[in-house]
């Protein structure tokens, strides 16, 4: 019997397994924002990336705005959002591709009115200034 054709196929089987363990293709990831203000604070949400409007969302207490993509490869994503209520408006990065990737694939965030908070991590973080 030839081992030729079972030793290509055992190499092509583990090069796919390989593959797709360090693939290079990132997979998506999920950031879903709350508004977490209080009972009758309404929420507007404007987020971006450098490629990518998301357009605004308007948000009642505690209903979220949920969007997906895939990271790059260049680790470099950054989406950034802007949060209005009650006349006043804050600036944040939402996702930071090198700070976020490494622990969290779905990011889970409450807005709070000191800050947003990654509500999976129990992690409060500051307006950006």
């Given at each position: ?24 293709i ?10 977490d ?14 490629d ?48 976020d ?9 409450d ?19």
């Amino acid at each position: 019997m030839n081992p030729l054709p079972i030793t290509c196929l055992l190499h092509l089987l583990l090069l796919l397994v390989v593959t797709d363990a360090f693939s290079l293709i990132p997979k998506k990831a999920t950031v879903q924002i709350y508004n977490d203000l209080g009972t009758g604070t309404d929420l507007t949400v404007h987020c971006k990336s450098k490629d990518d409007d998301l357009g605004e969302q308007h948000l009642g207490y505690r209903n979220y705005f949920e969007f997906r993509f895939r990271p790059s490869i260049f680790q470099n994503t950054l989406f950034y959002c802007s949060f209005q209520w009650n006349g006043i408006t804050h600036w944040f990065d939402i996702y930071v591709e090198l700070r976020d990737k490494p622990f969290c694939r779905e990011c889970v965030w409450d807005i709070r009115p000191d800050g947003p908070c990654l509500t999976n991590y129990d992690l409060c973080l500051p307006w950006n200034s």
